[in-house]
């Protein structure tokens, strides 16, 4: 049942493929796209051809033109000079190769060819009716129509083996051949089809056996029946003792397109005598795998080590090791500073206030230029009034001359009289709104600072 379900299929196929021709059947020249197969799997390859059908004499056109194919690996056949007759609904055409590729799609699902134009000259005979007979001479450009062919998906393998991606019919072939301790080992895969994506874990070595000068190679031709592909692969195998080692048979699958199926390949195995080399000691039971982990794990700590010395014995740890002590001292210092601030909040208060007053004046008289007396004297009065509001915790706005005895309870009496007329004469010459040519202003600045130095001793 299933053959002639098949059948019926490449019938259908069949017939879907001559339709375009066929309504090119009257026409003196067409062109014709020409697949081998109706329908092929993934990684399949097939041929394509470009024909042109031509009835009447023509000019054998350009055939250096070049297509680009979509999701699909493409190959041009060198240009074919033979042609030969067929004949179509009682019509005699000379067929002709104009172009012709390889090809095998890397996408499932419908693959389409693309156009293909020319530019043909075409000499056709004289008409019925043409007294002179003379033959027509017509440029015609002739295009392909749009035909394209499905790409089926590969069916679900049933074997747990696995797939080195290989489509077509092939064969395998291993050769193992040993001198002076190194095994050589080559393997081929060769047949016709697609080997292009060919994938396979090849050899699986057994512990103490270790592959070097590993090489690939893919090659294909192109012949008139296909693709032959061709796949080596080439190793060299040393052991690291004396003893019987063995290369396990090997089998894969590949998919035959002709059939339909999954086929299985083998290589052969291979078991390899060594009589030379170093003899492997007994206690030495462990397998390769865990000697190498062994042998890093002591590398690493090794190597911990090594940086810990590096860095307790360089600069960088020294400049560290300052740091440190710096950022202590300093934490001590300003720990040291609040807790005598908390102590003595007063003793604080008293020494801000002159440190504010001594750097105001300090600032007043250090000006470049020397400012006008008023000036002057008005900073002294306020350095004055704000370094007595901050010792003693009174407030600027009610500290009148009137008042001074009432909120300065705490001063000396002799200080006090000082400090009334510095203040009285400071207030009498910035209300006087005149220049004292004999003013001295470094004396003012000394008398103040002098008048806060009292205030703090006697205080």
Known sequence: MRKIIKRYLLIAAGICLFLPFASHAEEPAFIRVVPSKPGVFLGEGFQVSYLLYCSVKAMEPDR????????????PYPADQNS????????????????????IPFKTGPLAFPVLSVDLKLTLPPAADDFFEQEVVLNKKLTSGKISIG??????????????NAVGDFKVSAVYQQSAGILSVKLKVDGTGNLKSFSLNYPELVPGMESFNVEHLEKDTLMADG???????????????????????????????????????TIPGFTWNVATGAVKPKDQNGTRA??????????TTLDNRLSQRQFFNSTACYVFIFLIVVLLIFGRVFDLKEKAKKANPELYRYRKARDV??????????????????????????????????????DPDGLYPEMMKEKLNGMPAE?????????????????????NADRNQQRDALQLIEVINKIEIRS
Not at 64 to 75: G, R, V
């Open 64 to 75: 250096y033109m070049d297509l680009e194919f979509a999701n699909c690996f493409s190959k």
């Open 151 to 164: 790409v089926k998906p590969l069916p679900q393998k049933q074997s747990p083996l696995p797939f080195s």
């Open 357 to 394: 007053a001594m750097k105001g004046i300090k600032r007043l008289s250090g000006t470049k230029t020397v400012p006008p007396d008023s000036i002057f004297i008005k900073g002294l009065n306020d350095i004055l009034v704000h370094y007595l509001c901050a010792r003693y915790g009174l």
């Open 227 to 265: 693709l032959h592909a061709v796949y080596n692969f080439s190793c060299q195998v040393m052991t690291s003792y004396q003893g019987q080692y063995t290369i396990k048979a090997s089998s894969f699958l590949i998919f035959n397109a002709d059939e339909g199926k999954y086929m299985e390949l």
């Open 290 to 299: 865990s000697r190498i982990k062994e042998a890093l794990f002591l590398n």
């Open 84 to 103: 030969w007759t067929e004949t179509l609904n009682g019509k005699r055409y000379r067929v002709l190769v104009l172009k012709k590729y390889f090809l």
């Open 415 to 435: 200080i006090y009289e000082e400090v009334w007329n510095i203040l009285q004469e400071q207030n009498k010459f910035q209300f006087s709104n005149a220049e």
